[in-house]
């Protein structure tokens, strides 16, 4: 159970949209695809879930997709607080999960 | 208000035992699966193991399970992490999370344990 492929980092000015990747194996990246967003010394947040669903409160301008194998993360019109770790999720049968790897999202 | 509060830093030294906790409020407790998830420090998200504090129906992550045991409480709402002998290797911090919908929508503030001699 390998954890999920993601780049390592990702940049983008302020307003500016950034959209990364949430690979894994042939098994691995179904529907059941969750994003979390996670700040320096802070817990993690649910930001997407369902592949393409937000939970309440969270801003539209976060967005999630998925072709294939492989789930999608948008986040459009950057803003400042939006510079963080994010990770994807998925359900890897059996009833266990796999975390993706984590992208660095830096607001230049 | 859905809450998930867990037990305090840990100090242990390498071979010792440890417990650590997750106690939930506002919310049927007994009906949602908690998960584990560890964070070694400056790393990602591992998955660990859940547990259905109903029927402590218990999974484990394939590279963990026999490391580590994971139980709970319903009566008193309370998730717990166990480990028989530490490893300086577990130093981590660790999360508690709520499974909703295939997702993990609540999460404790974490319990950072550090395994030292």
């Known amino acids: 159970q390998s954890a999920l492929t993601q780049p390592r980092s990702v940049s983008g000015s302020p307003g500016q949209s950034v959209t990364f990747s949430c690979t894994g194996s042939?098994?691995?990246?179904?529907?059941?695809v969750s994003w979390y967003q996670q700040h320096p010394g802070k817990a993690p947040k649910l930001m997407i879930y369902?592949?393409?669903k937000r939970p309440s409160g969270v801003p539209d301008r976060f967005s999630g997709s998925k072709s294939g194998n492989t789930a999608s993360l948008t986040i459009s019109g950057l803003q400042a607080e939006d510079e963080a770790d994010y990770y994807c999720?998925?359900?890897?049968?059996?009833?266990?999960?796999?975390f993706g790897s984590g992208t660095k999202v830096t607001v230049l | 208000e859905v809450q998930l509060v867990q037990s305090g830093a840990e100090v242990r030294k390498p071979g010792e035992s440890l417990m650590i906790s997750c106690k939930g409020s506002?919310?049927?407790?007994?009906?949602?699966?908690i998960a584990w998830v560890r964070q070694m420090p400056g790393k990602g998200l591992e998955w660990m193991g859940i547990?259905?504090?109903?029927?402590?129906?218990?999974r484990y992550s394939p590279s963990l399970q026999g490391h580590v045991t994971i139980s709970a409480d319903k009566s008193i709402s309370t998730a717990y992490l166990q480990w028989s002998s530490l490893k300086a290797s577990d130093t981590a911090m660790y999360y508690c999370?709520?499974?909703?919908?295939?997702?993990?929508?609540?999460w404790g503030q974490g319990t950072l344990v550090t395994v030292s001699s």
């Open positions: 547990i259905y504090p109903g029927d402590s129906d218990t």
């Open positions: 506002g919310y049927t407790f007994a009906g949602y699966w």
């Open positions: 999370a709520r499974q909703g919908t295939w997702n993990y929508d609540y």
């Open positions: 042939s098994s691995d990246v179904g529907v059941f």
């Open positions: 369902e592949v393409s």
């Open positions: 999720c998925s359900y890897a049968g059996r009833y266990t999960y796999v």
